[in-house]
């Protein structure tokens, strides 16, 4: 069973940072694109970051700048870094997995996701 399991979430004030980690496990992800969306009250979910399995990383608007993904295959974790956060970045975020890179795709896999609060 293929799971995704976020974690790193949690209250910041503005400006500050977090870093969110989520860890693969019931397959084999080097072969994946693993990303990143979030989805804010309201608002329609968005693409925050992918990095591909050759290590290329794409970013949405908002997180060109701030955010920086990574992954660790030894570990089946894939990192997202955020800095100079605002409250405009509180959101569920959730960890997902492309199979064969193919991130312009639908995921086939998500996480149950990690809520960040940005507030003072």
């Known amino acids: 069973q293929v799971q995704l399991v976020e974690s790193g979430g949690g209250l910041v004030q503005p400006g500050g940072s977090l870093k969110l980690s989520c860890v693969a496990s019931g397959r084999i992800f080097s072969n994946d694109a693993m990303g990143w969306y979030r989805q804010a009250p309201g608002k329609q979910r968005e693409l925050v970051a992918v990095?591909?399995?050759?290590?290329?990383?794409r970013y949405g608007g908002s997180a060109k700048g701030r955010f920086t993904i990574s992954r660790d295959d030894a570990e089946n974790t894939v990192y997202l870094q955020m800095n100079s956060l605002t409250p405009e970045d509180t959101a569920v975020y959730s960890c997902?997995?492309?199979?064969?890179?193919?991130?312009?795709?639908?995921?086939?896999?998500w996480g149950q996701g990690t809520l960040v609060t940005v507030s003072s």
């Open positions: 990095i591909t399995s050759g290590g290329t990383t």
């Open positions: 997902n997995s492309w199979e064969g890179d193919k991130w312009y795709y639908s995921p086939q896999y």
